[in-house]
Each structure stands twice: as structure tokens, then as C-alpha cells.
């Protein structure tokens, strides 16, 4: 509402104003002694508010209406919210997702191995968000997408977690994309980038893209510091790229690459802060990003449980993609 906005104007410059007079205070009393003052932060109740009226309480407890686009979704609570089973398909490799960064890593690796699955788009949105299934709160308790059920043992092994799940399928396929463990240095350096993907994704995604992009407000200090950190991993990555085709070097991709670029990407594509964050500053990233994006199964991976004109919403076979190629043609020839 106005007023929010305008409250929220009102604090933040508030705000500003106070850091400075503590800076200002802090360099006067430096000045005069060797002794370094830290302020340390106020209690709740002597903090200003956004909006001002809002009191921290003792016990929280959720809004009445949380608002953004993921506001009726969320839940401080676990487990099932309707009772439906997943949807099963011929192969032993079973994908629950959606296109989104997380779900990407995925659908990349799977056909960038060449491997068969079953992939069914999961809607995380809407009255019945299918991630809060019976049958999906069984594979993943978590309620996330990505999961993919192994059909190929029995039980059927469930795997969650999206880094877990790229690590799953690289070693039991052999892949190309996970350095053995004979090579240590460069399977540890590729675990250290898909981890330090999977510590940083949240500040671009819950971060940096719900506050730029989904909050129903835009707050300064927020999109001030998940930007600030959103750039800051930019830098790290770019920095790690110099001389570099792939993130671990050499001339092949890793999985630690296929974790981190739909991340990157969505900053873009997702969130339309291409400008916003610089990203073509970043010289070493954009033509990694380049690099990655020209690859055929990454192309493929990308268009999994999308929901462009060219996407495969699910996908049980290589077929699958011509036969969308072909309805988006005739689609584009009828207008």
C-alpha cells in the first residue's frame, strides 16, 4: 500500500541518518584515543521499524496474509496437505520437478549423461502445490523440488536435495562429469564449487531475487544486501573463471558447473537484473555462461518441465522435444 511505501521511505532514510552520525562519532573518538569502540546492536524494542508501526513480538506467529507471490504457498509447518500419489513412468529414473535453477541442475546432467527418465512438472504453486502431495512429502520431507526416485533397486531409493541428487547420478553412471577419485585434487576442488554453490544459492534465490524481485515491497537495506552479496559471489566466480573454460578447469564440464550456471543465469532470465548487477562486468562469467549455453543437453536441460512455448512439461523420452519443436512451429505458422 502507499503507506507502507511511504513508511517504509520514512525508516529508511531515518536509517541512513543514524549511521552517519555514528560514523561521524565513531571517527571523532578514534581520533582521540587508540582504543577501538564497537557498537553493538540495540534490542529490539530501540530499533526502528519497517514499516513503523511494526513491533517485534515475544512468540511469533504467521500473518493473516503474508503477500508477494509466494505468500499463500509458505507455511511454518511440515508434511503432507492432501493425499495424491506420484505419477510413475517406464524408466528406473524418476524426476519430480520444475523448471526453475534448482530443478535445471538436474534435467542438464541427466541429458548431458544421455540417460533415460521420466521427468513430471511439479506446480509449486496454486490451491494444491504439488509438493506438498502425500506422495511427494514420501520421496522428499522437505517439500522441495527437484526429487527423483531410483526405481532400479528395490525399494526404490528416494534422492533429494539437488547437489545430492547431480552427485548420485554422476557416480552411479560413470560420468564424464565427476572426476574419479584416483584425480583427489580435482574431485575435491570440484566438491568444494558444487558445495559452495549449494551455501550460496540462497542468497541470490531467497535473497537477492525475493527482494528485487517477489516481496511486495521493495526494502532498501534488503536489495542493498542481497545484492551486495549477489555481486560479491559474481566476483568469486568470476575471478575463479580467469583463465579458465570450465570451473575446475580442464576442457570438460563438472557437475560443479551444472550446479552453479542455472543460478547465474537466473539472475537474468528469471529475475531481469541483467543490468541491475552489472553482469556484463563480469567478462570471465559471461563467456563461461556462453560456453555452457551452447551445449546441446544444457539447451535440452533447460526446456525440462518449463513452461515456455518450447518447453517439455514432462518428459518421458528424446522424442519428447521434437514433438514440442514441431507444435511450436506450426503454432508460429498459424499466427
Partial sequence: SSSYYAAASSSSSSLRSRRRVASSSSSSSSSSSSVTVVAMA????????????????????????????????????????????????DHPLQLYSLGTPNGHKVTILLEELGVDYDAWQIQIMGEQPGQFSSGFVGANPNSKIPVMMDHSVSPPLRVFESAHILLYLAEKHGSQFLPPVSDLARRTECMNWLFWQAGTAPYIGGGFGHFYNYAPVNIEYCIDRFTMETKRQLDVLDKQLAGRDYVCGGDQPTIADFAIFPWIRCIDVFY????????????????????????PGVQRGLRVNGWSDDAVRDRHSPADFDVVAVTAEKKEGDL
Fill in 272 to 295: 531481469g537484473a541483467k543490468e541491475f548487477v552489472q553482469m556484463d562486468s563480469y567478462v570471465n562469467v559471461t563467456r563461461w555462461c556462453a560456453l555452457l549455453n551452447a551445449r
Fill in 42 to 89: 540495540p534490542k529490539h524494542d530501540a530499533k526502528e521499524s519497517l514499516p513503523a508501526a511494526y513491533k517485534v513480538p515475544e512468540v511469533w506467529a504467521p500473518a493473516a496474509a503474508l503477500g508477494g507471490v509466494f505468500g499463500a504457498v509458505n507455511a511454518p509447518t511440515a508434511g503432507a496437505r492432501y493425499e495424491k500419489e506420484l505419477s510413475v513412468g
